[in-house]
């Protein structure tokens, strides 16, 4: 039995780092999550290392779409020599060690090679060597690399000998079963404490047993809790900070699925990437006021999460970093924050209102995306961008009030807001991105502002509810699709700035009647008006110079034509492979009248598939 609070080490600690917790050979060294949680498939040799060249290890992401692959060296063999390997260093002084076809559980390291000391134990030398359950470390090593005992994880014990005075990042990741180290008292470079391995003067921390559980207490005169430190500790289930700690390394307490609760000390400046990710159980965290930044992918994952409170002192909150926290319900951004990173809330399903203070001046790509029960958020005023898909499928949102600081809105930005029924857009916006306010179903009305001078491809399409659209006197171009099937939109008033009508603009249009076409526009993209089957009256424009194949396809209504302009040919219908009568921009036989003798510029009547010049 553990006592339910354990002081990690002496008081006197001033740093705290490296790693202590287990994991599979077969589980990612670096977990990056992007808008999915990798599923890594099984590991398959790339390159086979030789005797001077490294090799190296390859998995896959098993995610649909994904292209993601993670990369594990294997060390060279140097020389061959079993059970162990050795590798000449030192100017051919000395020998390196390693494991070579060694299957013994005692691993007995010998300390001379032919005639030559061995010196170095080398890094990843015993990387995930399961068998290994005792190891001797002769008093002629001087250093033990990175990685070295790496996830041996039914080993035991272990003594470092006084002539070490250098040990690698991670030499005892994963292993799990390695309740204590002893150190030999004449080393002046290390010590056992209790079976902690500490550096002398006691400053930082290089191994923690896993065994650790309950409460851990991260005394007065610690200042850094390093990378990996707690990694996978499933039986810690709380933390307390003291406020002499200023930086939450990388991992430092991810995967640690028992943890329910967190207190951060005042001194923290940082948390480092990943720190707290797949804390499931984690139920809400109070970031002091002093800290600056939140590492990417923070608390991606801690899915218990119902509230978190950021500082005002924090400037940055990183790439994904409350990800994933699907019942995270209360979060509270300090005036203070200027960016939120992509996907920082990602996926937080339980958010119902979100206040941006004055001073975020970016929000970022699906910053917020799937916030499935937001129904109320508040732009600050120094925002200048909101990102693509920044808000995508906030399904719940009802209006939008977006500040006069912001010049662009980004593609997908407010795409699938279905409840949307109401957006300001302000004159300092220059570009609405494409499916900016795709299927935004509920949306009544929209006012383009003047500053605009490019509508996006898609960005209103679906917007099945759109009755008034007023188009700003500088859009220049209406993308691809802008409009496509908003099917109350009953007129539209192009102004004189636009020069391209891109295909599919008004696609199914049902109810619109009335089309202004400006003697600006050079083009009528292909199925731009396809559809509109209530128009009665269109004036080409002396300007239009070409009209896309099914332009005013399937507009039955549609009784005068008029035309200003002469188009040739090749530009009349955009034909796709000859087919020129099936891909005619006009019902019935118009082309064809157009380029007859009498045809060209002036008036043209339907009566059925007929038409003829006045």
Same mark, same amino acid.
């Given at each position: 039995?553990?006592?339910?609070?354990?002081?990690?080490?002496?008081?006197?600690?001033?740093?705290?780092?490296?790693?202590?917790?287990?994991?599979?050979?077969?589980?990612?060294?670096?977990?990056?999550?992007?808008?999915?949680?990798?599923?890594?498939?099984?590991?398959?040799?790339?390159?086979?290392?030789?005797?001077?060249?490294?090799?190296?290890?390859?998995?896959?992401?098993?995610?649909?779409?994904?292209?993601?692959?993670?990369?594990?060296?294997?060390?060279?063999?140097?020389?061959?020599?079993?059970?162990?390997?050795?590798?000449?260093?030192?100017?051919?002084?000395?020998?390196?060690?390693?494991?070579?076809?060694?299957?013994?559980?005692?691993?007995?390291?010998?300390?001379?090679?032919?005639?030559?000391?061995?010196?170095?134990?080398?890094?990843?030398?015993?990387?995930?060597?399961?068998?290994?359950?005792?190891?001797?470390?002769?008093?002629?090593?001087?250093?033990?690399?990175?990685?070295?005992?790496?996830?041996?994880?039914?080993?035991?014990?272990?003594?470092?000998?006084?002539?070490?005075?250098?040990?690698?990042?991670?030499?005892?990741?994963?292993?799990?079963?390695?309740?204590?180290?002893?150190?030999?008292?004449?080393?002046?470079?290390?010590?056992?404490?209790?079976?902690?391995?500490?550096?002398?003067?006691?400053?930082?921390?290089?191994?923690?047993?896993?065994?650790?559980?309950?409460?851990?207490?991260?005394?007065?005169?610690?200042?850094?809790?390093?990378?990996?430190?707690?990694?996978?500790?499933?039986?810690?289930?709380?933390?307390?900070?003291?406020?002499?700690?200023?930086?939450?390394?990388?991992?430092?307490?991810?995967?640690?699925?028992?943890?329910?609760?967190?207190?951060?000390?005042?001194?923290?400046?940082?948390?480092?990437?990943?720190?707290?990710?797949?804390?499931?159980?984690?139920?809400?965290?109070?970031?002091?006021?002093?800290?600056?930044?939140?590492?990417?992918?923070?608390?991606?994952?801690?899915?218990?999460?119902?509230?978190?409170?950021?500082?005002?002192?924090?400037?940055?909150?990183?790439?994904?970093?409350?990800?994933?926290?699907?019942?995270?319900?209360?979060?509270?951004?300090?005036?203070?924050?200027?960016s939120i990173g992509n996907r920082a809330f990602i996926n937080c399903e339980n958010i119902s209102a979100i206040e941006i203070p004055n001073s975020v001046t970016s929000i970022g790509s699906s910053a917020f995306y799937n916030c499935t029960a937001l129904t109320e958020v508040t732009i600050g005023n120094s925002v200048i961008s909101i990102g693509d898909s920044a808000f995508y499928n906030c399904v719940s949102l009802l209006e939008v009030i977006i500040p006069s600081s912001v010049t662009s809105i980004g593609n997908s930005a407010f795409n699938n %807001? *279905?409840? =949307?029924?109401? +957006?300001? &857009? !302000?004159? #300092?916006? /220059?570009? @609405? $991105?494409?499916?900016?306010?795709?299927? %935004? *179903?509920? =949306?009544?009305? +929209?006012? &383009? !502002?003047? #500053?605009? /001078?490019? @509508? $996006?491809?898609?960005?209103?399409?679906? %917007?099945?509810? =759109?009755?008034? +659209?007023? &188009?700003?006197?500088?859009? /220049?171009? @209406? $993308?691809?699709?802008?409009?496509?099937? %908003?099917?109350? =939109?009953?007129?539209?008033? &192009?102004?004189?700035?636009? /020069?391209? @009508? $891109?295909?599919?603009?008004?696609?199914?249009?049902?109810?619109?009647?009335?089309?202004?076409?400006p003697d600006s526009v050079t083009n009528i993209g292909s199925s731009a008006f396809y559809n509109c089957y209530n128009i009665l009256e269109i004036i080409i424009p002396d300007s239009v110079k070409s009209i896309g194949a099914l332009a005013f396809y399937n507009c039955h209504n549609l009784l005068s034509v008029t035309f200003h302009s002469l188009i040739t040919e090749e530009n009349f219908a955009g034909s796709w492979n000859d087919f020129t009568d099936l891909y005619s921009p006009f019902d019935g036989d118009l082309r064809d009248v157009y380029f007859?003798?009498?045809?060209?510029?002036?008036?043209?009547?339907?009566?059925?598939?007929?038409?003829?010049?006045?």
């Open positions: 039995m553990f006592t339910k609070k354990i002081l990690v080490c002496l008081q006197v600690l001033p740093v705290l780092v490296f790693s202590l917790a287990f994991i599979s050979c077969d589980e990612p060294r670096e977990y990056s999550p992007k808008t999915h949680s990798h599923r890594w498939g099984e590991w398959s040799i790339k390159d086979e290392p030789s005797e001077t060249e490294n090799g190296e290890e390859i998995r896959r992401c098993l995610f649909p779409g994904c292209v993601e692959n993670e990369k594990i060296v294997i060390p060279s063999l140097g020389i061959a020599t079993e059970p162990f390997t050795f590798m000449l260093i030192n100017g051919g002084t000395a020998f390196s060690v390693a494991r070579g076809t060694l299957t013994e559980p005692e691993v007995i390291i010998p300390d001379t090679h032919e005639g030559l000391p061995v010196i170095a134990i080398k890094n990843n030398a015993f990387w995930c060597y399961e068998t290994m359950t005792s190891v001797y470390i002769p008093d002629s090593i001087t250093s033990i690399g990175r990685n070295a005992f790496y996830n041996c994880v039914n080993l035991e014990e272990i003594t470092i000998p006084a002539s070490v005075t250098s040990i690698g990042d991670n030499a005892f990741f994963g292993c799990k079963n390695l309740t204590s180290i002893d150190v030999e008292s004449e080393n002046k470079n290390y010590l056992s404490s209790g079976g902690i391995l500490c550096d002398k003067p006691t400053t930082k921390i290089i191994h923690i047993p896993a065994v650790l559980g309950g409460e851990i207490v991260i005394p007065t005169g610690v200042t850094s809790i390093g990378e990996k430190a707690f990694f996978k500790m499933e039986n810690i289930t709380g933390v307390l900070i003291e406020d002499s700690v200023t930086s939450i390394g990388i991992e430092a307490f991810a995967n640690c699925a028992g943890l329910e609760y967190v207190t951060i000390g005042s001194g923290v400046k940082s948390i480092g990437n990943r720190a707290f990710a797949n804390c499931e159980n984690l139920g809400e965290i109070e970031i002091p006021n002093g800290a600056t930044s939140i590492g990417e992918n923070a608390f991606f994952n801690c899915t218990s999460l119902t509230s978190a409170t950021i500082p005002g002192s924090v400037i940055s909150i990183g790439e994904n970093a409350f990800g994933n926290c699907f019942n995270l319900e209360e979060v509270t951004i300090g005036n203070g924050v200027i %807001c *279905s409840a =949307l029924a109401s +957006v300001t &857009i !302000p004159n #300092s916006v /220059t570009s @609405i $991105g494409n499916y900016a306010f795709y299927n %935004c *179903s509920e =949306l009544t009305s +929209v006012t &383009i !502002p003047g #500053s605009v /001078t490019s @509508i $996006g491809a898609y960005a209103f399409a679906n %917007c099945y509810m =759109l009755e008034e +659209v007023t &188009i700003g006197s500088g859009v /220049t171009s @209406i $993308g691809s699709g802008a409009f496509r099937y %908003c099917e109350s =939109l009953s007129a539209i008033e &192009i102004p004189q700035s636009v /020069t391209n @009508i $891109g295909s599919s603009a008004f696609y199914n249009c049902v109810s619109l009647l009335e089309v202004i076409i007859d003798e009498d045809g060209g510029k002036g008036t043209y009547i339907r009566d059925g598939d007929e038409w003829t010049k006045e």
